[in-house]
């Protein structure tokens, strides 16, 4: 009998994802090559603008060319365009066209979305994205006017109104993305670094894109009641909260303890608030200690959370983790959470996605630092930003070689689209119904 070679549903979705991102990227990187893309009018080599349109596509933030210095007008509008669509998911916005052009949605293109945004099902995934293509143009148009008044008063009337919305848009998709560069190349938002209202501004468009959209939508359904709450939106708010507030303390007595009241708080939350994949700075990094840029790297790498626009292993993961440490250490059989078992599945899964984000970081890591012969503190930072999507830099990554830039390109790519996403997309699901005789190692 001849076996069924079709592909399982959920393979095709992973693959299909994968090439969305990839063909989103290669356009944008031969539009960035358009001499009409700099502001020399000159072209783009295209190491350069493929550097340039995985950062922007995968939300990173890493650049090699200034921002605001390098690209023209059009070429920073196609970089805002692949954050947006990176952002929010090709799959997401393939959604809004086909539906836009009257086209009727199939079950397999619901499929693909729910394993694009991290779904629970496949039943009112239309209206999920109805929900999310509404709440981020309302989010990051009142990001924009929010940012308005400052860019009005420092750079004018007409080009205020592109940098707040390039801000925003930036800040809301986590991606990291500045147009300061005018002041000093690089400088990311180091010039707001004592602007209390700048500072909140991004912070809260941060924290709203990274704790993702599933979460948003549970909170429209249930307001302020908690205990109404999926469990999933329950452990997402709490995770988040503690990993902005402990990071902060550590930062305010740790490295920023020398500094005015007003800019330790400040410097404190947004380093805290940022490195989970947003990208921007309000202080030079490249002073900080080694104790707060590792801390930093962590941050980056457990990232922001399932279903929003920010990448690494997500704070979900991380939780599920630590549950199951506590379940082990308190000899219990199941791993629990606000009065919920959590599956087994769940917790190899998550299990599987920490062996791979580490080994990845640490290889990767040690890799540029030998190939560039840089302190390897530095490289694992570079690293750490890139596969969590993270964008702050230590300052190094333009003076990195072609092969350590091509390794960062590698871990922006997996940190976005997700490392299990490019193994399911690589190889097919085994489902076999026959298991093998089980037997106890020894661990610990």
């Known amino acids: 009998m001849k076996k069924d070679k079709t592909l399982p549903k959920s393979h095709n979705s992973f693959r299909t994802i994968s090439l969305g991102f990839i063909i989103l990227i290669l356009t944008g990187a031969l539009l960035l090559m358009l001499p ?63 539906r836009l052009s009257g086209k009727r949605i199939g079950l397999s293109f619901r499929g693909m979305m729910q394993d694009s945004i991290s779904a629970p099902q496949v039943g009112g995934i239309l209206s999920l994205t109805k929900f999310i293509l509404k709440t981020t143009a309302i989010i990051e148009l009142i ?30 998709c986590n991606a990291g993305f500045d147009l300061m560069g005018i002041k000093e190349p690089f400088s990311s938002m180091t010039g707001y670094g004592g602007n209390i209202y700048v500072n909140t501004v991004l912070m809260l468009l941060i924290i709203t894109g990274g704790i993702g959209f599933l979460t948003w939508d549970d909170i429209v359904q249930h307001r302020h009641r908690f205990k109404k709450y999926r469990l999933q939106t329950k452990v997402v708010l709490v995770t988040s909260g ?9 930062f305010f007595f740790a490295e920023y303890a020398g500094e005015p009241a007003k800019e330790r708080v400040l ?31 962590v941050l980056m790498l457990i990232g ?31 791993v629990e959470c606000f ?21 990845l970081f640490l290889s990767t890591g040690i890799a540029v630092s030998l190939i560039d012969s840089l302190p390897l503190t530095s490289c694992l930072f570079e690293t750490g930003s890139a596969l969590g999507t993270a964008g702050v830099t230590l300052g190094i990554t333009t003076s990195l070689s072609l092969p350590s830039r ?25 489902n076999e119904a026959s298991r093998l005789p089980q037997e106890k190692i020894t661990v610990g």
């Open 406 to 430: 091509i390794i960062l390109m590698i871990l922006m790519f997996a940190g976005r689209v997700g490392g299990l996403t490019l193994i399911y997309a690589a190889f097919a699901s085994n």
């Open 304 to 334: 922001g959370c399932s279903g929003s626009t920010a990448g690494g292993m997500k704070t979900s993961t991380v939780a599920v983790l630590l549950l199951a440490a506590l379940s082990v250490y308190r000899r219990k059989n199941d």
């Open 143 to 172: 990001g924009a006017a929010l940012l308005y008044p400052v860019f009005f008063r420092d750079i004018g009337a007409l080009k205020g109104i592109w940098y707040a919305l390039f801000h925003s848009v930036s800040a809301f």
């Open 242 to 250: 503690l990993l902005i507030i402990l990071p902060a303390l550590f």
């Open 36 to 98: 009409i893309s700099s502001r020399s009018r000159a072209v783009t080599p295209f190491r350069d603008t493929l550097f340039t349109a995985i950062s922007a596509s995968c939300v990173t933030g890493l650049v090699v060319k200034d921002t605001a210095t390098h690209w023209s007008f059009f070429g920073q509008a196609v970089i805002l365009t692949l954050i947006q669509i990176g952002g929010m998911g090709v799959i997401t916005i393939g959604l809004m066209v086909t």
């Open 339 to 359: 009065c919920r078992r959590i599956p087994e599945d769940i917790i190899r899964t998550a299990g599987a996605i920490l062996f791979m984000y580490m080994s």
């Open 267 to 297: 410097h404190s939350l947004f380093q805290s608030v940022t490195a989970r994949t947003a990208g921007f700075n309000t202080a030079d990094l490249s002073r900080m200690r080694e104790p707060c840029a590792m801390l930093m790297t």
